[in-house]
């Protein structure tokens, strides 16, 4: 089930156009940026987007303005293992495992001093489940993080139902261009 929702929801982002991309990231990335949860945070995670997934550029950009430390993870591409690096506007980014651009020689920073993780999926359920690329890399690093975790993407990644393994780890907020859900229970 999980393999064709990823298919499925792949194959639709696929289909975006940079201009669409743009626009339905910069709608979402306002409204996080007048959340209670971005202006509380101190620490906040972020990715660097691949392909056309939800873009964070313009929420980094704010950060940087706004004195907030920013995070991002370094995937280990054996293990799947996250290692969360401090990220300031003069790092060195690279292509790293998987393809994603990832910090150059930064220095590590603890999953406790982390307020706030921004997480790309491919799908989202209104429950807080999510759909990612199959690894376990964001699970297995979420697992037993305090951070509030908010699940980044478009509307049309939200879908009904999503089954939960054992290991998966559920969003507390989801993130589209068309507001910010939190989720109950």
């Known amino acids: 089930m999980k ?15 940079k201009n669409e991309v743009v626009e339905k990231s910069q709608r979402a990335a306002e409204i996080f940026l007048n959340s209670r949860i971005y202006r509380s945070a101190k620490v906040i995670m972020l990715y660097m987007p691949l392909g056309n997934e939800a873009d964070t550029k313009g929420i980094i950009k704010r950060a940087f303005e706004d004195g907030k430390s920013l995070v991002l993870p370094v995937t280990e591409e054996k293990t799947g293992k996250i290692t969360a690096v401090a990220f300031e506007e003069n790092t060195v980014l690279q292509k790293g495992g998987f393809s994603v651009i990832e910090p150059k020689n930064s220095k590590d920073v603890k999953k406790s001093d982390i307020d ?3 997480v790309p999926g491919i799908a989202f359920d209104k ?30 990644q939200l879908c009904e139902g999503i089954p939960v393994d054992l290991h998966d780890v559920k969003m507390d907020f989801l993130l589209t261009e068309t507001g910010m859900i939190e989720i109950k229970g």
């Open 127 to 156: 429950c807080g489940a999510r759909v990612g690329f199959g690894k376990g890399c964001y699970d297995m690093f979420l697992d037993g993080c305090k951070a509030t975790k908010v699940g980044f993407c478009y509307e049309f």
């Open 3 to 17: 393999n064709l929702i990823r298919n499925e929801m792949k194959a639709k982002r696929r289909l975006m156009n």
């Open 116 to 118: 706030v993780v921004v």
